[in-house]
Nanobody
Framework: QVQLVESGGGLVQPGGSLRLSCAAS????????MGWYRQAPGKERELVAD???????RYADSVKGRFTISRDNAKNTVYLQMNSLKPEDTAVYYC???????????????WGQGTQVTVSS
């Protein structure tokens, strides 16, 4: 059974920082891209940032310069360092893993359960 387990969400004041973590567990041979999406109430899920196994990153324009995505391939873990948080960053943040090869087969994309990030004074 392969799953993604997220941690690090919470309540933070505007201008503050949070670090999200997402670990993939199971018998995993390789993962291509890992990343973070978010979904605010009444809005569609949107890409925040992602990173390939080779370290190529991309970011949503709204978070460039404030968020940093990183990855530990040996631990199958992806991180999202979020600085200078704004109220509009409030959302449920979902981790994803793409093109995952495991002992149980191939997965195109799997999702974590989501973690709430609330930016409010």
């Amino acid at each position: 059974q392969v799953q993604l387990v997220e941690s690090g969400g919470g309540l933070v004041q505007p201008g503050g920082s949070l670090r999200l973590s997402c670990a993939a567990s199971g018998s995993i041979f390789s993962i291509n891209a890992m990343g973070w999406y978010r979904q605010a109430p009444g809005k569609e899920r949107e890409l925040v940032a992602d990173i390939t196994s080779g370290g190529i990153t991309r970011y949503a324009d709204s978070v460039k310069g404030r968020f940093t995505i990183s990855r530990d391939n040996a631990k199958n873990t992806v991180y999202l360092q979020m600085n200078s948080l704004k109220p509009e960053d409030t959302a449920v943040y979902y981790c994803n893993a793409d093109q995952m090869l495991t002992s149980g087969g191939y997965y195109g994309r799997i999702w974590g359960q989501g973690t709430q990030v609330t930016v409010s004074s």
